[in-house]
């Protein structure tokens, strides 16, 4: 993916994610992790009295994340959040890897991840319903569109109204994440 359509790529996900805080927060980061050999995957403020600003992150590379890379991320990103006072109050900063049963958000993620079974969540109805889950086909050639097998039918969930979506927890996928340990 070229830098060009990075920026377009994250500029669509902040229209369609969280708040203005998160949107800046990940404008902000987005480059500095992109320089250090990770990518971007969420940001998500949580809590009210105790907040934690959980920021989700993936290597380029595609290898495992390890505690080491989160502490050479968080390292590298708290004194760019501090510097430019991201938050109103005290925060806990928390660097996160997706995980196996990881959120799909970028539409390489509906590419990369066909063949196992997601649950998605609509903004809006898609005919009567707004939650889907399926063997995810990949998208179309735009990536407007994500393709999901439902039982005897193929959805077309447009990308633009997922507000969430995530990978199914199976002996599939852990069998998928165990290969690439090796």
Known sequence: ???????????????????????????LVSPTL??????LV??????????????MVD???????????????????SPLLDVEDV???????EIS??????????REDFERFAGFEIKADLSRPL???????GKLLGHDADGDVVLVRLEGETARLPFDQICQAKLVMSDELLAAHA???N
């Open 87 to 93: 938050a109103d109050r005290s925060f806990t900063l």
């Open 42 to 55: 969420r940001v998500r403020i949580l809590g009210d009295r105790q907040v934690r600003m959980q920021i």
């Open 179 to 181: 290969g690439q340990d």
């Open 59 to 77: 290597r380029v590379d595609g290898g495992a994340m390890t505690v080491d890379d989160c502490a050479v991320i968080s390292k590298g990103l």
């Open 1 to 27: 993916m070229t830098l060009v359509s990075q920026e377009d790529e994250l500029n669509r996900r902040m229209e369609r994610s969280g708040t203005d805080q998160t949107r800046r927060i990940e404008a």
């Open 97 to 106: 890897s997706p995980g196996i049963d990881r959120p799909l958000v970028r």
């Open 127 to 133: 005919g009567s319903r707004r939650r889907f889950r």
């Open 34 to 39: 992109g320089d250090m050999g990770y990518t």
